[in-house]
C-alpha cells in the first residue's frame, strides 16, 4: 500500500509559480507511474501532467505545457510539479495519483489547493 501526502500549494498572484511535492511512504514508488491532476469548483477532475516511473516520459495536458514540468526524485519517493507563469484557470484542488501504468491510478493524495488570483 502507497500512501500520497501533497503539500506546496498556496494562494499566489497570476505570473508567479508554485511547485507541489507528493511524497510517498509504503509499498515501491519507485516502480510506479505519477500522475497529477487538478479539479476546480464545479468541474470534473482533470489530468494535468503524468510521469513514468523511470521519469523518461513525461505527458501533459494542452492546458500547461510549457508552463508546468513534472520531475521525480525516487530515492526521496517524492514527485514535483513545478507551475510557472500560473493563471487564474490554474486555480483548483491539485491531487497526485501513483499506478502501474498511466492509465491505472490506483493510490491518491488528499489534495492541495492552489489559488490563482488576477
Known amino acids: 500500500q502507497v500512501q500520497l501526502i501533497e503539500s506546496g500549494g498556496g494562494s499566489v498572484q497570476a505570473g508567479d509559480s508554485l511547485r507541489l511535492s507528493c511524497a510517498a511512504s509504503g509499498g515501491s514508488f519507485e516502480f510506479l507511474a505519477v500522475g497529477w491532476f487538478r479539479e476546480a469548483s464545479g468541474k470534473g477532475r482533470e489530468p494535468v501532467a503524468g510521469?513514468?516511473?523511470?521519469?523518461?516520459?513525461?505527458n501533459y495536458s494542452d492546458s500547461v505545457k510549457g508552463r508546468f514540468t513534472v520531475s521525480r526524485d525516487n530515492a526521496l519517493k517524492t514527485a514535483y510539479l513545478q507551475m510557472d507563469s500560473l493563471i487564474p484557470e490554474d486555480t483548483g484542488v491539485y491531487y497526485c495519483?501513483?499506478?502501474?501504468?498511466?492509465?491505472?491510478?490506483?493510490?491518491w493524495g488528499q489534495g492541495t489547493q492552489v489559488t490563482v488570483s488576477s
Open positions: 495519483a501513483a499506478g502501474v501504468t498511466r492509465s491505472d491510478y490506483k493510490y
Open positions: 510521469i513514468t516511473w523511470s521519469g523518461a516520459n513525461t
